[in-house]
């Protein structure tokens, strides 16, 4: 009750104080209150090159979920997903080096990079045995980290994952072989606002201040992200020879109108995976996470229940 009774505090002070704050003022003000319902705390840790920002909360002596954001995306991605987790589980989402608030040189960001970058983070939070969730990209960072790094893996959930050649194309991926600009590469506010159309069938209600500034915010990483998926396409890893590696149990999860990953990629990876589980979530698009985040977790708990038995 106590916490619930902040965070109404916290709410009504965000409100009051939308009309006075800058943008950026009022992003960090709402951000500040998701963490605060979700039960997590910012943090940051020095890993090899690479200071890396992260969020926790839970138990420490619980089992792990670490959360894997995708492309241009970042560990705010699972604010209200994770609400209902931090109860019962050591809950842990990072921003990805080149990403949110986590360091961003010149250096290689392909997916098989970031699998050892990720192993060398959860080393270093002395985590050894961990539930892998990861969305988009972060999908295909999980499910390779879960192949190469088995003795780890209790289980892993993929959401709209990357990494598979789907039977159907997507409509990001006909956009792109036809030459079309990349939807993900925001370069003005209207790119932006097409985009937020590309990734939800219904979008998550934000002030038109916080949405300008999530957009000057994507507007200012144009360059380096072009740079990162030039790099996430000339370094592809295809995981079809590596799905049946994977021991854990697998929750395949998705959106059934995803326009940047179709749906028909489950197809592909349900006959590969040695114990898979399959979710077709309805009128959904490619973050469902943000999209129907309670509606999500509640699918990734019966999961995670299906596993402790």
């Excluded at 963490?35 to 910012?42: C, D, F, K, M, T």
């Excluded at 994952?161 to 039977?167: C, K, L, Q, W």
């Excluded at 592809?236 to 999860?253: H, V």
């Excluded at 028909?264 to 973050?287: D, F, N, T, Y």
């Amino acid at each position: 009750m106590g916490k619930l009774l902040i965070c109404l505090a916290l709410i009504l002070l965000t409100a009051a104080t939308s009309l006075y704050l800058s943008p950026a003022a009022l992003f960090a003000s709402v951000q500040f209150v998701e963490q605060q319902w979700a039960g997590l705390s910012a943090r940051q840790v020095q890993v090899g090159d690479f200071n890396l920002h992260y969020y926790e909360g839970g138990p420490q002596g619980a089992e792990t979920i670490l959360m894997i954001h995708g492309f241009a995306a970042d560990k705010d991605n699972w604010l209200r997903f994770s609400r209902p987790l931090t109860a019962r589980y050591h809950v842990v989402a990072l921003d990805l080096p080149g990403f949110g608030d986590s360091s961003k040189p010149a250096a290689s960001y392909d997916v098989a990079t970031q699998v050892e970058r990720l192993n060398a983070f959860s080393q270093a939070l002395g985590i050894d045995q961990l539930h892998l969730i990861g969305n988009s990209m972060g999908g295909h960072i999980a499910a390779l980290y879960a192949a190469r790094h088995p003795e780890q893996v209790l289980s892993v959930a993929l959401l709209n994952n990357a990494g598979v050649n789907a039977p159907q194309a997507s409509e990001l991926f006909q956009r792109l072989q036809r030459g079309a600009a990349n939807p993900l590469l925001v370069s003005s506010s209207a790119d932006f606002s097409a985009l937020l159309d590309f990734l939800f069938v219904q979008q998550p209600t934000l002030p038109e201040p916080l949405k300008q500034h999530l957009a000057q915010r994507a507007i200012a990483s144009h360059d380096f992200n072009q740079t990162i998926f030039s790099q996430l396409r000339e370094r592809y890893i295809p995981l079809e020879p590596e799905l049946a590696k994977i021991q854990a149990p697998t929750l395949l999860l998705w959106g059934d109108q995803d326009r940047l990953l179709d749906v028909s990629s489950i197809e592909v990876m349900r006959p590969l995976l040695k114990q898979p589980s399959v979710v077709i979530m309805q009128a959904c698009g490619h973050l469902p996470m943000i999209e129907r985040p309670e509606e999500t977790s509640a699918h990734y708990q019966r999961f995670l229940d299906s596993v402790k038995r």
